[in-house]
């Protein structure tokens, strides 16, 4: 008996030897690679948010690139840092850049203006992460603004020129709470056939003014698409209406992901965009 257990020896080590090769060659299993894909509003990706209307991208990935025109802004002073996806603008005090608006965005009549901004409240003066200068007046044609500055809240102003110029409305009862050294999604939409500006914030309706009468937004004589302060901050103003204000600064921080689209989005689709890119999807 003694004899044959010492044969079965050889045989049992080479069957152990097999199945643990075998086991070893193997993949693990994850369960994450049967799982269906991640949806918001029925979108697993930003881009896949009304990628025929949209007008501009700028995802600042170690560039001032917009993706749509392959057109460039041109900077001054800012550099770029950790974004909400990937990089972003860095902007501090004396820096913005430029960018020449192509002749979709002139053509805008409703639109919707999307972004991420993460700054440090700024006692020197308001910040404009964006705005949408205007070569003869003192405020841009499209300008949005923090202002009231505490260190609890702000009030976002917006003011907007519509009908050739014609009409000028200002947007000034909405505040944000607790909106220092933490990523904010920004988004106004505006609809030309109704004359309805809605305001969101982190993919939430914030509110919303219907401008009677006030037709399509007045892009035409837009010189340059500011990123960071406002137009008569800027080395030299790009207004004739105006020269540096002492009550007005620079974006204390940085701009991600801004996006420009030629109609009104839904507030299914801008609370899809917010999850998305939140998520860096």
């Known amino acids: 008996m003694q ?22 060659c193997q ?22 948010i009304a990628p025929s ?15 749509v025109s392959k057109t460039s802004a041109t900077a001054t002073g800012t550099t770029y840092s950790t974004g909400i996806k990937g990089q972003a603008m860095q902007i501090g005090l004396n820096n913005y850049a430029l960018f020449t608006p192509t002749t979709a965005i002139k053509n805008l009549q409703s639109m919707t203006l999307t972004y991420w901004v993460n700054t440090s409240i700024n006692t020197a003066g308001i910040q ?8 003869t ?8 603004f923090f202002d009231g500055q505490t260190t609890t809240t702000s009030v976002f102003k917006i003011h ?3 009908n050739s110029g014609n009409s000028e409305a200002w947007l000034t009862s909405w505040s944000l709470a607790s909106p220092w050294n933490t990523w904010i999604h920004i988004a106004l939409t505006y609809d030309a056939t109704t004359g309805t500006f809605s305001f969101y914030a ?46 007005a600064s620079y974006l204390l921080g940085v701009l991600d992901e801004v996006r420009i689209y ?8 801008i609370k899809a965009l917010y999850q998305l890119e939140n998520l860096g999807k």
């Open 3 to 24: 004899h044959l257990k010492i044969k079965r020896k050889p045989a049992l080590t080479f069957v152990l030897v097999f199945s643990l090769f075998i086991l070893s």
């Open 128 to 135: 404009e992460p964006i705005c949408f200068a205007n070569s």
């Open 202 to 247: 982190n993919g939430a309706p914030i509110g919303s003014s219907v401008q009677a009468a006030f037709g399509a937004l007045n892009f035409a004589n837009v010189p340059s698409i500011v990123f960071g302060t406002i137009q008569f901050q800027t080395t030299p103003s790009l207004t004739s209406g105006a020269t540096s204000q002492s009550w």
């Open 262 to 269: 030629d109609k009104a989005l839904g507030a299914s689709d």
């Open 160 to 162: 907007a020129f519509g």
């Open 27 to 48: 993949k693990k299993f994850d369960p994450k690679s049967y799982a269906p894909a991640q949806t918001f509003g029925g979108y697993s990706a930003s881009n896949q």
């Open 53 to 67: 209307d949209l007008v501009a991208h700028f995802s600042f990935e170690n560039g001032l690139t917009d993706s």
């Open 137 to 144: 007046q003192f405020w841009s044609n499209l300008d949005m």
